[in-house]
């Protein structure tokens, strides 16, 4: 009624003599009528990143098609809005591409509730499951590099869709990037970003228990080479474990910048990489950034698939979180 709004939080404080204690302490209004501004107060050196404290930001809608949750996020920003492709993960490991909108980064709404992208017919090499890739706007046609599979355990490859709205796509009638027979038995796109007049595709490549990073090339987007010095990213810290997995990237002011997952016993933390050609890398002497112990209250046990993006002046990693119960969510952390 005073046009006030009372805030109030508590935090634990560990005193320890001769120590400073960095506390963080979140403070929610009370009451409502007069807005709803959050509040987060930091004593001592404020932490690199901060997980978002609403997370998770995007949930299943147990519409059959995601039983076991939504994961894998794959985001683009056009004139201040945010359009995220994402994952539905249903029984048997079967996977579609889902939709959703927002407007800020972090409430998101699903226009459509059932799949945007589906597995194809009985006969096609995308036949058993899909997951959702980068999607990149050219003439004003949405391109979708997507991954998809004819079984469980059989090889996955890289294919195409096209769509002028992202929510209608036809796909090319093949891959468009191959699994081999080695190291990339099969493989995955993560990321993709053309500099000058060049696209270059970040792919994950596996050959269970070991993981890479990988480069194409392409001067059309359609036509695809595989990097001569592939894998570009391998495991070379212990925190990595047996592998470096799903790179994202982005560049700008001359500078390429990744993130990536860590493959060890669990999926439990996230690295930060930079270039200055997009194919040799040097690994952040900081690095991990992001654990799963660094999540809100410990939301979720298991964290993978970061996606980089740059929102104004912050960095935000969306990542997916799986809890105990193999649930998958989508998440945000911000620097």
């Given at each position: 009624?005073?046009?006030?709004?009372?805030?109030?939080?508590?935090?634990?404080?560990?005193?320890?003599?001769?120590?400073?204690?960095?506390?963080?302490?979140?403070?929610?209004?009370?009451g409502s009528?007069?807005?709803?501004?959050?509040?987060?107060?930091?004593?001592?050196?404020?932490?690199?990143?901060?997980?978002?404290?609403?997370?998770?930001?995007?949930?299943?809608?147990?519409?059959?098609?995601?039983?076991?949750?939504?994961?894998?996020?794959?985001?683009?920003?056009?004139?201040?809005?945010?359009?995220?492709?994402?994952?539905?993960?249903?029984?048997?490991?079967?996977?579609?591409?889902?939709?959703?909108?927002?407007?800020?980064?972090?409430?998101?709404?699903?226009?459509?509730?059932?799949?945007?992208?589906?597995?194809?017919?009985?006969?096609?090499?995308?036949?058993?499951?899909?997951?959702?890739?980068?999607?990149?706007?050219?003439?004003?046609?949405?391109?979708?590099?997507?991954?998809?599979?004819?079984?469980?355990?059989?090889?996955?490859?890289?294919?195409?869709?096209?769509?002028?709205?992202?929510?209608?796509?036809?796909?090319?009638?093949?891959?468009?990037?191959?699994?081999?027979?080695?190291?990339?038995?099969?493989?995955?796109?993560?990321?993709?970003?053309?500099?000058?007049?060049?696209?270059?595709?970040?792919?994950?490549?596996?050959?269970?228990?070991?993981?890479?990073?990988?480069?194409?090339t392409s001067?059309?987007?359609?036509?695809?080479?595989?990097?001569?010095?592939?894998?570009?990213?391998?495991?070379?810290?212990?925190?990595?474990?047996?592998?470096?997995?799903?790179?994202?990237?982005?560049?700008?002011?001359?500078?390429?910048?990744?993130?990536?997952?860590?493959?060890?016993?669990?999926?439990?933390?996230?690295?930060?990489?930079?270039?200055?050609?997009?194919?040799?890398?040097?690994?952040?002497?900081?690095?991990?950034?992001?654990?799963?112990?660094?999540?809100?209250?410990?939301?979720?046990?298991?964290?993978c698939y970061?996606?980089?993006?740059?929102?104004?002046?912050?960095?935000?990693?969306?990542?997916?979180?799986?809890?105990?119960?193999?649930?998958?969510?989508?998440?945000?952390?911000?620097?």
């Amino acid at each position: 009624s005073a046009n006030v709004v009372i805030y109030t939080g508590a935090a634990d404080i560990l005193i320890q003599a001769g120590l400073t204690t960095q506390v963080a302490l979140t403070l929610q209004p009370t009451g409502s009528g007069t807005g709803d501004v959050f509040i987060q107060v930091i004593w001592g050196t404020p932490p690199r990143w901060v997980d978002y404290y609403l997370n998770p930001i995007l949930r299943k809608s147990s519409n059959g098609y995601d039983m076991y949750g939504v994961w894998q996020p794959k985001i683009i920003i056009e004139n201040g809005s945010f359009k995220m492709w994402y994952t539905n993960m249903g029984a048997s490991g079967v996977g579609a591409v889902g939709y959703a909108v927002s407007s800020n980064g972090l409430e998101w709404t699903k226009p459509v509730i059932q799949p945007v992208l589906l597995a194809g017919t009985p006969s096609a090499w995308d036949s058993y499951s899909v997951s959702a890739g980068p999607v990149i706007k050219v003439d004003n046609i949405y391109r979708m590099y997507y991954t998809g599979n004819s079984g469980n355990d059989s090889k996955s490859h890289i294919g195409l869709a096209t769509s002028p709205d992202g929510i209608v796509w036809t796909k090319f009638g093949s891959p468009v990037l191959m699994a081999g027979n080695t190291y990339d038995y099969q493989i995955a796109a993560t990321d993709i970003i053309k500099v000058n007049s060049l696209y270059y595709l970040y792919y994950s490549a596996k050959n269970f228990p070991y993981y890479y990073v990988c480069l194409a090339t392409s001067s059309d987007g359609i036509n695809w080479n595989k990097h001569p010095q592939n894998p570009i990213l391998t495991a070379s810290e212990t925190w990595e474990g047996s592998g470096v997995y799903h790179g994202s990237v982005k560049y700008f002011n001359g500078t390429y910048y990744m993130t990536y997952q860590n493959v060890k016993d669990i999926l439990t933390a996230f690295g930060m990489a930079y270039s200055t050609d997009g194919i040799t890398w040097n690994k952040d002497s900081g690095n991990p950034f992001f654990t799963q112990n660094n999540t809100h209250n410990n939301w979720v046990g298991y964290i993978c698939y970061p996606e980089l993006e740059v929102v104004g002046n912050q960095w935000w990693v969306y990542y997916s979180g799986m809890n105990t119960a193999q649930e998958r969510f989508v998440a945000v952390v911000r620097k």
